[in-house]
T-cell receptor
Framework: QQQVKQSPQSLIVQKGGISIINCAYENTAFDYFPWYQQFPGKGPALLIAIRPDVSEKKEGRFTISFNKSAKQFSLHIMDSQPGDSATYFCAVLIKAAGNKLTFGGGTRVLVKP | DAGVIQSPRHEVTEMGQEVTLRCKPISGHNSLFWYRQTMMRGLELLIYFNNNVPIDDSGMPEDRFSAKMPNASFSTLKIQPSEPRDSAVYFC???????????FGPGTRLTVL
């Protein structure tokens, strides 16, 4: 039962461009929306996270936007750099359902120099 | 500071053999998680512990999989007998509390021939 649908599966962007990744969720009771970044051969690492009472959060070149009515949240990578080339995962957590993180399918981002 | 430590990093075994994956969480973290990552199914939570006690093992695929956490600094994931479909990257993650940021280890790439 997939609770989080992530798109696109892959993305190619030129250096300096904007990368946009979207996630849609089904359940309205999620408590926490983290984004993880994974480089080849490494484990995922927390990039940025947002809670549902906040509509937007920005950390450096990374911004999360949250649309509660549409049940969507997205990651924007501004001024994309080749070092941003990685796989990005959105995730959702429901405290009332055992605090488990459910991950989206991942988006492979390639930033061309 | 040492992060989450997993061993071995790579494991190649033959079908039917027993496989044991090991994890040392970050010191002081109370929660430990085992994930499996495949191209087809993405990142899946297998089981998680809080204060060395298994809290949710609903993600464990079948009885061939078992996990233990005998103390706060060590956990194992065992597959017996192993099958080719178990081939995946297995990640261990830990956090201060269950709802806090999870820190992932580098993973163990398992290949079952």
């Amino acid at each position: 039962q997939q609770q989080v649908k992530q798109s696109p599966q892959s993305l190619i962007v030129q250096k300096g461009g904007i990368s946009i990744i979207n996630c849609a969720y089904e359940n309205t009771a999620f408590d926490y929306f983290p984004w993880y970044q994974q480089f080849p051969g490494k484990g995922p690492a927390l990039l940025i996270a947002i809670r549902p009472d906040v509509s937007e959060k920005k950390e450096g070149r990374f911004t999360i936007s949250f649309n509660k009515s549409a049940k969507q949240f997205s990651l924007h990578i501004m001024d994309s750099q080749p070092g941003d080339s990685a796989t990005y995962f959105c995730a959702v957590l429901i405290k009332a359902a055992g605090n488990k993180l459910t991950f989206g399918g991942g988006t492979r981002v390639l930033v061309k120099p | 500071d040492a992060g989450v430590i997993q061993s071995p990093r790579h494991e190649v075994t033959e079908m039917g053999q027993e496989v044991t994956l090991r994890c040392k969480p970050i010191s002081g973290h109370n929660s430990l998680f085992w994930y499996r990552q495949t191209m087809m199914r993405g990142l899946e939570l297998l089981i998680y512990f809080n204060n060395n006690v298994p809290i949710d093992d609903s993600g464990m695929p079948e009885d061939r999989f078992s996990a233990k956490m005998p103390n706060a600094s060590f956990s194992t994931l065992k597959i017996q007998p192993s099958e080719p479909r178990d081939s995946a990257v297995y990640f261990c993650a830990s956090s201060w509390e269950v709802t806090d940021t999870q820190y992932f280890g580098p993973g163990t790439r398992l290949t079952v021939l």
